[in-house]
Nanobody
Framework: QVQLVESGGGLVQAGGSLRLSCAAS????????VGWFRQAPGKEREFVAA????????NYADSVKGRFTISRDNAKNTVFLQMNSLKPEDTAVYYC????????????WGPGTQVTVSS
């Protein structure tokens, strides 16, 4: 099993920045990749960004490219999401999730952290 816990959410003005953290514990050696997702009120959960556990590959949703950066610190079993130039439409609960193979679904999820961007 893998356990994930997000932190770093909060309230920020439009144009501001936040850095989210996703701390992994348990069978972290089994992790292939970690993704960030978000869900706004009344909307479906959407993909934000992902990184392979090796750090060799990353990808981003078009809506966050150039503003968000995903990175990881394997020594600390932590994945980060640096969010710059935040917009009110970035307001959502942000979740991190882990997958154990390149083709598997994201099997492990954290409880989420709220990000609110005021205009």
């Amino acid at each position: 099993q893998v356990q994930l816990v997000e932190s770093g959410g909060g309230l920020v003005q439009a144009g501001g920045s936040l850095r989210l953290s996703c701390a992994a514990s348990g069978r972290t050696f089994s992790i292939y990749g970690v993704g960030w997702f978000r869900q706004a009120p009344g909307k479906e959960r959407e993909f934000v960004a992902a990184i392979s556990w090796s750090g060799a590959s990353t990808n981003y949703a078009d809506s966050v490219k150039g503003r968000f950066t995903i990175s990881r610190d394997n020594a600390k079993n932590t994945v980060f999401l640096q969010m710059n130039s935040l917009k009110p439409e970035d307001t959502a609960v942000y979740y991190c999730a882990a997958k154990t193979t390149v083709l598997s679904k994201y099997d492990y999820w954290g409880p989420g952290t709220q990000v609110t961007v005021s205009s």
